[in-house]
C-alpha cells in the first residue's frame, strides 16, 4: 500500500472534548474539507506547510514531517506542495506575470528564457495569457485567483492545497480553478492529489471531488454533501 501524500494522526485542533483529528488523502484523490473559521479548519493548511507545529499527533506529507526538516530541506519540500493561501497574496508593485514567476526566479537554477517560457505556460493554462500585463488592482478577482494558483503550480508539485479556492468565482471560474489544480484526468483519478479547505462548497464543482468532510469544533466528519 502506498503512502499518502497527506496524513493527519491523532492531531488536536481545538475539539471542547480534547479529540483529535486523524485522515488520510491518497495519490490522486481530490478531497474537500468544509468549515467556518471557528471550525478549525484554517490550521490544516499551515500544518500541511510546515508553517505551524501540531499541537500533537503527526503530520506527514509525503511521508515527512515539514517542522522536522531544516531550512534548505524544507524549502526543497515546499517545491512538492503547491499551497495557494486565502485571498491572493499578490505584490502590488508586480504584474500577475511578475508574480507568477516569482518562485521560478528565486526559488530554481532556472535561466532567464527557461523562466520565461515555463511562464507562457502557466499562464496559458491559468487563462491569463492576455491578462500577464495586468497589475493586481487591475485585475478581476477571478484573474488575481487564477494567477495565484498558476504561482502555486510553478513547479508542476504533486500535492495542491486550496484556501478558499472558490470565493468570489462565477461558475465558470471555480471549475477553471479546479481542473486547473487537478491537471487533468489519469488512471486511478487526477494527475495530483487536491485538498480544497474553505467555508462551503460549490454545487457545480461537489462530482468533481472523491470524498468530501465537515468540520465542527474541532471534529472533522466524512459527509455525502
Same mark, same amino acid.
Given at each position: 500500500?502506498?503512502?499518502?501524500?497527506?496524513?493527519?494522526?491523532?492531531?488536536?485542533?481545538?475539539?471542547?472534548?480534547?479529540?483529535?483529528?486523524?485522515?488520510?488523502?491518497?495519490?490522486?484523490?481530490?478531497?474537500?474539507?468544509?468549515?467556518?473559521?471557528?471550525?478549525?479548519?484554517?490550521?490544516?493548511?499551515?500544518?500541511?506547510?510546515?508553517?505551524?507545529?501540531?499541537?500533537?499527533?503527526?503530520?506527514?506529507?509525503?511521508?515527512?514531517?515539514?517542522?522536522?526538516?531544516?531550512?534548505? &530541506?524544507?524549502?526543497?519540500?515546499?517545491? %512538492?506542495?503547491?499551497? @495557494?493561501? *486565502?485571498?491572493? +497574496? $499578490?505584490?502590488?508593485?508586480?504584474? #500577475?506575470?511578475?508574480?507568477?514567476?516569482?518562485?521560478?526566479?528565486?526559488?530554481?537554477?532556472? &535561466?532567464?528564457?527557461?523562466?520565461?517560457? %515555463?511562464?507562457?505556460? @502557466?499562464? *496559458?493554462?491559468? +487563462? $491569463?495569457?492576455?491578462?500577464?500585463? #495586468?497589475r493586481p488592482a487591475q485585475a478581476t478577482v477571478?484573474?488575481?485567483?487564477?494567477?495565484?494558483?498558476?504561482?502555486?503550480?510553478?513547479?508542476?508539485?504533486?500535492?495542491v492545497i486550496l484556501e478558499e479556492p472558490f470565493?468570489?468565482?462565477?461558475?465558470?471560474?471555480?471549475?477553471?480553478?479546479?481542473?486547473?489544480?487537478?491537471?487533468?484526468?489519469?488512471?486511478?483519478?487526477?494527475?495530483?492529489?487536491?485538498?480544497?479547505?474553505?467555508?462551503?462548497?460549490?454545487?457545480?464543482?461537489?462530482?468533481?471531488?472523491?470524498?468530501?468532510?465537515?468540520?465542527?469544533?474541532?471534529?472533522l466528519e466524512e459527509t455525502d454533501q
Open positions: 500500500m502506498s503512502t499518502p501524500p497527506l496524513a493527519f494522526e491523532n492531531v488536536p485542533l481545538g475539539a471542547a472534548d480534547g479529540a483529535t483529528v486523524t485522515f488520510a488523502v491518497a495519490a490522486r484523490e481530490t478531497v474537500s474539507v468544509v468549515g467556518n473559521s471557528a471550525s478549525g479548519i484554517r490550521i490544516l493548511g499551515p500544518l500541511a506547510m510546515g508553517l505551524t507545529d501540531p499541537a500533537g499527533g503527526r503530520v506527514t506529507v509525503f511521508d515527512t514531517e515539514p517542522t522536522s526538516l531544516p531550512r534548505r &530541506a524544507l524549502l526543497a519540500y515546499r517545491r %512538492r506542495v503547491g499551497y @495557494l493561501p *486565502a485571498g491572493d +497574496g $499578490l505584490l502590488q508593485n508586480l504584474t #500577475l506575470g511578475q508574480n507568477v514567476a516569482l518562485p521560478l526566479r528565486f526559488g530554481s537554477d532556472l &535561466a532567464t528564457n527557461e523562466i520565461e517560457s %515555463r511562464l507562457t505556460i @502557466l499562464l *496559458a493554462a491559468a +487563462g $491569463l495569457a492576455a491578462a500577464g500585463h #495586468l477571478e484573474q488575481r485567483r487564477r494567477a495565484t494558483l498558476a504561482r502555486a503550480l510553478a513547479f508542476d508539485p504533486k500535492l470565493v468570489g468565482l462565477t461558475e465558470p471560474g471555480a471549475r477553471h480553478i479546479l481542473d486547473a489544480a487537478r491537471g487533468g484526468d489519469v488512471e486511478g483519478g487526477s494527475r495530483r492529489t487536491v485538498v480544497t479547505l474553505g467555508p462551503n462548497l460549490p454545487s457545480w464543482v461537489v462530482r468533481r471531488f472523491d470524498r468530501r468532510f465537515r468540520m465542527a469544533a474541532g471534529v
